[in-house]
């Protein structure tokens, strides 16, 4: 009897000193969810106007904006076309309520086309 008692007094210590230096398997944690910044949305302050009105002799414009948004005089706008760059302006005045005048400096302008400032 002291045999059996001894020998299951051994395994019982064999099995818990296994346990006890057991270490646990390296599994990968679960993913952490990223934290992405909020998008910020600024609006676009830059003139923007659409081409009202073409004089190719004596080589001026005349061009429309939204409300608020006059570009100043002396500012240098580029002319696009479909979205291609096709000239560029010099805004001389007069403004008048939301139309201003100005020179034609390079390009091709015709009337629809769109001033925007840089």
């Given amino acids: 009897m002291r045999i059996a008692f001894g020998l299951g007094l051994l395994s019982a210590t064999l099995l818990l000193s296994g346990c006890f230096f057991h270490r646990a398997a390296n599994h990968p944690a679960a993913p952490v969810a990223?934290?992405?910044?909020e998008p910020v949305i600024q609006p676009d302050l830059?003139?923007?106007?659409?081409i009202a009105m073409v004089n190719t002799e004596?080589?001026?414009v005349i061009?429309?904006?939204?409300p608020g948004t006059m570009p100043v005089t002396?500012?240098?706008?580029?002319i696009y076309r479909n979205g291609l760059k096709v000239g560029g302006i010099k805004v001389t005045g007069p403004q008048r309520?939301?139309?201003?005048?100005?020179d034609i400096?390079?390009?091709?302008?015709?009337?629809h086309d769109e001033a925007r400032a840089e």
């Fill in 105 to 111: 400096v390079t390009g091709d302008i015709r009337v």
């Fill in 58 to 60: 004596a080589r001026f």
């Fill in 46 to 50: 830059h003139a923007t106007g659409k």
């Fill in 63 to 66: 061009v429309s904006f939204p």
């Fill in 74 to 78: 002396g500012q240098y706008l580029d």
């Fill in 34 to 37: 990223v934290q992405r910044p």
């Fill in 97 to 102: 309520e939301n139309d201003t005048a100005a």
